[in-house]
């Protein structure tokens, strides 16, 4: 189909002087970047009527022309119809490679034309592919900056929330600690009571010791209340009776006394210890060496009132 529609273009060319013809075709064999290329096959003949060999020189036909015979005349004058019929030919021919040039320029125009859109758009394509990169940088860089401003809020609520919890564990610290003072005081505040108390029982014991020895009917015999230190005494396997068996406050320690009190008034000639064995303060009464007698004090020691008297087994100290 292209070597038709050349050849159709070459023959349009007959006709034409020749440096119009090589310049139509010149100007279509030319190669320009970004167009295709033409290439123009056309026969010999075609190519000798281009370069002017065909044509008819005017001068034979002024010669002709100037002919007196008769034959000669008719002759020029069949030669001059031929002429002026191959001179329009020629500007038919013209006209038509002329019609011809003006459609390829057309059609180049279209092509260059159609070439410049598609350099247009492959240039917006450009731009908006840079437009589209330049706006997904600018998310990037966004979407980075809100992390790191959310890094920087989770740090800000973190350190937050650690001096939150260092301030409320202060406080818990100082609340436990006036607590403690409070408790001590109180504690303090008890002991001091319970030894007033104490003093006061004492006191009241001890007149009343004085008032039954005033009375004639009724004499009660003095209890001596200090440790006595028994002399050549040893440690031997045996019994005691556990009155009492408190904590190792203090308020303990006096009930250990007053339960050794008490039954040193009732039994003054038992022996009675209160010490502190760790981790209380207990009451203990007497050395026995048989089961028997600790029973028999066991017993006694209840009737007062001590439900929690017991007996245990260790040293006891006899002469």
Known sequence: MK???????????????????????????QQKQGEGKITVT?????????????????????????????????????????????????????????EAERKADMALGKKASTQTNKNAEAARRAATA?????????????RREEQLAEM???????????????????????????RAESAEA??????????????????????????YQDDDDMSIPTVDMRKKVMRGSRKVTGYRVQAFAGGNTRADKMKAQQAGNDIKM????????????????????????????????????RKMGYKAATIVKGKITVN
């Open 186 to 211: 109180e504690k303090r505040a008890q002991w001091a009571r319970e030894a007033e108390a104490y003093k006061k029982k004492l006191e009241i014991e001890r007149k009343s010791q004085i008032r």
């Open 266 to 301: 009732r039994f003054p000639d038992q022996p009675i210890y209160v010490h502190f064995y760790s981790p209380r303060w207990i009451c203990r009464v007497g050395n026995y060496r048989s089961l028997g007698e600790a029973e028999k004090m066991l017993r006694a020691v």
């Open 152 to 178: 920087r809020r989770q740090e800000a609520d973190a350190k937050a929330k650690q001096e939150a919890e260092a301030l409320a564990r202060q406080q818990a610290a100082e609340e436990a600690r006036a």
């Open 42 to 98: 056309q026969s010999k003949a075609i190519t000798d009527l281009v370069n002017g060999s065909a044509v008819v020189s005017p001068e034979k036909n002024t010669t002709t022309q100037n002919n007196n015979t008769p034959g000669t005349k008719t002759t020029a004058q069949a030669k001059t119809v031929g002429t002026k019929t191959v001179a329009a030919r020629q500007q038919s021919t013209i006209d038509k490679a002329r």
């Open 3 to 29: 070597r038709l529609i050349l050849g159709i273009i070459g023959m349009l060319t007959l006709g034409f002087v020749p440096m119009h013809a090589q310049t139509f075709l010149g100007h279509l064999q």
């Open 130 to 142: 840079a437009e589209q990169k330049k706006a997904e940088a600018a998310t990037e860089a966004a």
